[in-house]
């Protein structure tokens, strides 16, 4: 369970992608707050007697190893080994780091033109600016309702989303590689699905060596802790493993215990080590600033919010009771800065707005909204399951940011990278046609194509789909892996075991119906039998 087999993996670099990379990480790590403590507490070493000045590198590294900075220095390392993007060539455009592919980064160009095109249209026909500081009266009527806006019935009917799941579909079903030919005039040998762009995805076999901790013969939670014997000695022995784990405070450690799921008690702790969210004292202060934002300014992207909770998780079994929360969380990471760093590594980047009156003028162009994510059809759900574990508004908020600039953004994002949403998309169309062919071709006759129906689950990484727990179980070991495509696997696993009935559906309203309701799936017997008992 030690973190050295994960880092073996980036040790094989080879030397100047290596040297490329430490380079990288410490440019991104200096300037920051652990940077800055890590030398206040540097200097105030220097006054002890156990740091002496002709030996003061190996004493002074030795007193960090001790005091635990060492172990803070390495967690902050492996967070930005997570999220760092493949470096190419050190003279590559930034452009071509974000992404590789310019037929992509067209694509994903002309879709932030028409969101942020959708978002003016609206700001023009309600005569509504897109900012606006509040009223002294204002400010104090929400700051008195922070923690009952659920409560508060604003006008939403006029406000629409700016795009759903759906929408974002039919662009990805356009997308197309010019210089690419398929070479099959008659389509025979082609793709049955929806997705037509040459990326290379893994197949079953490669997705088995990737996720081997979920083999038959791994024990894992969401299986072998639901035997009807209490307790299970299994469990007993992982949350004991569990505790040692976050004791050790290391990040790759906990990334790796996740990998056959993290036990009830111990998942707020765990996910926070492993994305590396301390929740100290400068963090806290952090989200009041945020929060201070909300009181003062208020933005179009509100009521969009508002009207998405309203629409979403306030009509959800599971999260309708987290309502007020979903509004602090998500009306405070509008207005996060902090945000904007994630476009590094992202396909996407952020939308402008200008000035009143200073129009195509960049000098006077500003982010809009200040993160620079527009949210669409379902947002909220991203942070509706985070409710569950953290019920203190700063750790909540911190933990959702994580899990936002690491996993989310790249279910909406059009990109060639292999936990994008493209790439699930192929995975998931590849999968079904190739283990389930006569079902992939029964529902295209119907015109009932499968990646019509699964899209929104993939999108919102199942949450509103799954039973709490369940979801819980799947988001564990999307964090152990590092990757989304466990998504595309369950989303393909789902379609096999409903399939007998979906063969039996003759529109794609009766396939839609057989598939409505997954709150009774157990997601780790699917992804098992699918993954491990299917036969090649």
Same mark, same amino acid.
């Given at each position: 369970?030690?973190?050295?087999?994960?880092?073996?993996?980036?040790?094989?670099?080879?030397?100047?992608?290596?040297?490329?990379?430490?380079?990288?990480?410490?440019?991104?790590?200096?300037?920051?707050?652990?940077?800055?403590?890590?030398?206040?507490?540097?200097?105030?070493?220097?006054?002890?007697?156990?740091?002496?000045?002709?030996?003061?590198?190996?004493?002074?590294?030795?007193?960090?190893?001790?005091?635990?900075?060492?172990?803070?220095?390495?967690?902050?390392?492996?967070?930005?080994?997570?999220?760092?993007?493949?470096?190419?060539?050190?003279?590559?455009?930034?452009?071509?780091?974000?992404?590789?592919?310019?037929?992509?980064?067209?694509?994903?160009?002309?879709?932030?033109?028409?969101?942020?095109?959708?978002?003016?249209?609206?700001?023009?026909?309600?005569?509504?600016?897109?900012?606006?500081?509040?009223?002294?009266?204002?400010?104090?009527?929400?700051?008195?309702?922070?923690?009952?806006?659920?409560?508060?019935?604003?006008?939403?009917?006029?406000?629409?989303?700016?795009?759903?799941?759906?929408?974002?579909?039919?662009?990805?079903?356009?997308?197309?590689?010019?210089?690419?030919?398929?070479?099959?005039?008659?389509?025979?040998?082609?793709?049955?699905?929806?997705?037509?762009?040459?990326?290379?995805?893994?197949?079953?076999?490669?997705?088995?060596?990737?996720?081997?901790?979920?083999?038959?013969?791994?024990?894992?939670?969401?299986?072998?802790?639901?035997? +009807?014997?209490?307790?299970?000695?299994?469990?007993?022995?992982?949350?004991?493993?569990?505790?040692?784990?976050?004791?050790?405070?290391?990040?790759?450690?906990?990334? +790796?215990?996740?990998? +056959?799921?993290?036990?009830?008690?111990?998942?707020?702790?765990?996910?926070?080590?492993?994305?590396?969210?301390?929740?100290?004292?400068?963090?806290?202060?952090?989200?009041?600033?945020?929060?201070?934002?909300?009181?003062?300014?208020?933005?179009?992207?509100?009521?969009?919010?508002?009207?998405?909770?309203?629409?979403?998780?306030?009509?959800?079994?599971?999260?309708?009771?987290?309502?007020?929360?979903?509004?602090?969380?998500?009306?405070?990471?509008?207005?996060?800065?902090?945000?904007?760093?994630?476009?590094?590594?992202?396909?996407?980047?952020?939308?402008?707005?200008?000035?009143?009156?200073?129009?195509?003028?960049?000098?006077?162009?500003?982010?809009?909204?200040?993160?620079?994510?527009?949210?669409?059809?379902?947002?909220?759900?991203?942070?509706?399951?985070?409710?569950?574990?953290?019920?203190?508004?700063?750790?909540?908020?911190?933990?959702?940011?994580?899990?936002?600039?690491?996993?989310?953004?790249?279910?909406?994002?059009?990109?060639?990278?292999?936990?994008?949403?493209?790439?699930?998309?192929?995975?998931?169309?590849?999968?079904?046609?190739?283990?389930?062919? +006569?079902?992939?071709?029964?529902?295209?006759?119907?015109?009932?194509?499968?990646?019509?129906?699964?899209?929104?689950?993939?999108?919102?990484?199942?949450?509103?789909?799954?039973?709490?727990?369940?979801?819980?179980?799947?988001?564990?070991?999307?964090?152990?892996?590092?990757?989304?495509?466990?998504?595309?696997?369950?989303?393909?696993?789902?379609?096999?075991?409903?399939?007998?009935?979906?063969?039996?559906?003759?529109?794609?309203?009766?396939?839609?119906?057989?598939?409505?309701?997954?709150?009774?799936?157990?997601?780790?017997?699917?992804?098992?039998?699918?993954?491990?008992?299917?036969?090649?």
């Amino acid at each position: 369970m030690e973190p050295e087999s994960e880092l073996e993996e980036d040790s094989e670099l080879d030397p100047r992608q290596l040297s490329l990379t430490i380079a990288c990480i410490v440019q991104r790590l200096r300037g920051s707050q652990l940077h800055s403590e890590l030398e206040r507490e540097a200097r105030t070493s220097l006054h002890k007697t156990e740091v002496r000045l002709e030996s003061l590198k190996e004493d002074l590294k030795e007193f960090l190893r001790k005091s635990g900075w060492e172990k803070k220095l390495q967690n902050a390392v492996y967070r930005e080994l997570n999220v760092l993007p493949e470096l190419g060539h050190a003279c590559s455009p930034a452009e071509h780091i974000k992404e590789g592919l310019m037929y992509i980064r067209r694509a994903q160009i002309n879709w932030e033109k028409r969101v942020l095109k959708s978002l003016n249209s609206m700001c023009t026909e309600m005569s509504i600016p897109l900012a606006k500081k509040r009223s002294a009266d204002e400010q104090k009527e929400l700051l008195h309702k922070w923690n009952e806006m659920g409560t508060d019935e604003p006008d939403l009917s006029r406000f629409r989303p700016v795009y759903a799941p759906k929408d974002f579909l039919e662009v990805l079903i356009n997308l197309r590689n010019p210089n690419f030919d398929g070479g099959d005039p008659t389509g025979l040998n082609g793709s049955w699905g929806l997705i037509n762009v040459p990326l290379k995805v893994k197949d079953l076999p490669a997705l088995r060596n990737l996720y081997t901790e979920l083999g038959l013969n791994y024990e894992q939670l969401g299986i072998d802790d639901s035997m +009807q014997i209490s307790p299970e000695p299994f469990e007993i022995e992982y949350i004991r493993l569990g505790q040692k784990v976050l004791s050790k405070k290391d990040s790759a450690a906990a990334q +790796q215990y996740v990998r +056959q799921g993290c036990p009830t008690t111990l998942r707020a702790d765990m996910w926070a080590l492993i994305l590396n969210v301390t929740n100290q004292l400068a963090d806290s202060l952090y989200y009041e600033q945020l929060k201070s934002n909300v009181i003062q300014h208020d933005l179009l992207v509100d009521n969009l919010i508002y009207k998405d909770v309203k629409l979403t998780a306030s009509n959800d079994d599971y999260y309708f009771v987290f309502e007020d929360y979903l509004y602090q969380v998500l009306l405070c990471f509008s207005r996060d800065a902090l945000v904007l760093d994630h476009f590094n590594y992202s396909s996407a980047s952020p939308p402008k707005s200008y000035i009143k009156g200073k129009v195509a003028l960049e000098d006077y162009a500003v982010v809009y909204p200040p993160n620079g994510v527009v949210p669409f059809h379902g947002f909220a759900m991203y942070v509706a399951p985070l409710c569950f574990l953290y019920h203190e508004p700063s750790k909540l908020y911190q933990v959702f940011r994580e899990m936002y600039v690491r996993f989310f953004f790249r279910l909406h994002n059009i990109s060639s990278h292999s936990s994008g949403i493209v790439s699930l998309c192929l995975v998931f169309e590849t999968l079904v046609q190739t283990y389930l062919p +006569q079902l992939f071709y029964h529902l295209r006759e119907i015109g009932a194509q499968p990646l019509r129906i699964s899209f929104k689950w993939m999108v919102r990484a199942f949450s509103g789909y799954l039973a709490t727990d369940q979801l819980l179980f799947l988001w564990d070991r999307i964090l152990g892996y590092n990757s989304l495509e466990i998504l595309a696997v369950l989303a393909a696993a789902v379609f096999a075991y409903r399939a007998e009935n979906l063969m039996e559906a003759t529109s794609l309203a009766a396939a839609e119906a057989i598939l409505a309701d997954l709150s009774t799936l157990q997601v780790m017997p699917l992804l098992q039998l699918f993954l491990f008992a299917t036969s090649n």
